[in-house]
C-alpha cells in the first residue's frame, strides 16, 4: 500500500477540505480518467482497492496512472481508552480529495472498457466520481 517513506511530523492536523481542487483537474496523461465530485479523505487501502479492480478489469493491457498520494497520517486511539493523556498513533495513512481532482487515469485501451473499469473502481471509493475522457475520445461504443 501506498505511504511516505518518511515525513516531517510524525502526526498531523485533522483539518478541514474546503473548496474544489486548484490542480490535477486536466487529463495529463492519459485519454481517460476518473474525477472525484466531492470532498474526502481516501484511504490507503481504498486507492489499493480501486488500482486492483482497475488493473483485474482491463487484464493489465494499456497504462494507468494514480494521481493522488496518501501523505496525511491519521491517528486512533484504542477503543474504551478514557479522554486526555495525549493524541493516538497513526494507524493508516489518506489522501485529502477535493472535487474536481483526477484520480486515476488509463490510456491504451477502448473507451467502453475504461468506463467499465473506472465504474468498478467507483464501487470501491466513498466518493462520487465522473469518468471523463480527452477531447475527440469515446466512451461508448457508436452503431455503425
Known amino acids: 500500500m501506498l505511504q511516505p517513506k518518511?515525513?516531517?511530523?510524525?502526526?498531523?492536523?485533522?483539518?478541514?477540505?474546503?473548496g474544489n481542487a486548484k490542480g490535477g483537474t486536466e487529463l495529463n496523461f492519459g485519454a481517460f480518467?476518473?474525477?472525484?465530485?466531492?470532498?474526502?479523505?481516501?484511504?490507503a487501502r481504498q486507492i489499493e482497492a480501486a488500482r486492483r479492480a482497475i488493473q483485474r478489469h482491463i487484464r493489465r493491457q494499456?497504462?494507468?496512472?494514480?494521481?493522488?498520494?496518501?501523505?496525511?497520517?491519521?491517528?486512533?486511539?484504542?477503543?474504551?481508552?478514557?479522554?486526555?493523556?495525549?493524541?493516538?498513533?497513526?494507524?493508516?495513512?489518506v489522501a485529502r480529495v477535493k472535487p474536481g481532482r483526477i484520480l486515476f487515469e488509463l490510456d491504451g485501451i477502448p473507451g467502453p472498457?475504461?468506463?467499465?473499469?473506472?465504474?468498478?473502481?467507483a464501487e470501491k471509493l466513498p466518493i462520487k466520481v465522473k469518468v471523463v475522457a480527452r477531447l475527440g475520445e469515446t466512451l461508448i461504443e457508436e452503431d455503425r
Not at 113 to 121: C, D, I, S, V, W
Open 6 to 18: 518518511r515525513t516531517k511530523f510524525r502526526k498531523a492536523f485533522k483539518g478541514r477540505i474546503h
Open 62 to 93: 494499456g497504462r494507468l496512472w494514480i494521481r493522488i498520494f496518501p501523505d496525511v497520517p491519521v491517528s486512533t486511539k484504542p477503543a474504551e481508552v478514557r479522554m486526555g493523556s495525549g493524541k493516538g498513533s497513526p494507524e493508516f495513512w
Open 113 to 121: 472498457l475504461a468506463k467499465t473499469a473506472f465504474e468498478r473502481a
Open 33 to 43: 480518467g476518473l474525477k472525484a465530485m466531492e470532498p474526502e479523505r481516501i484511504t
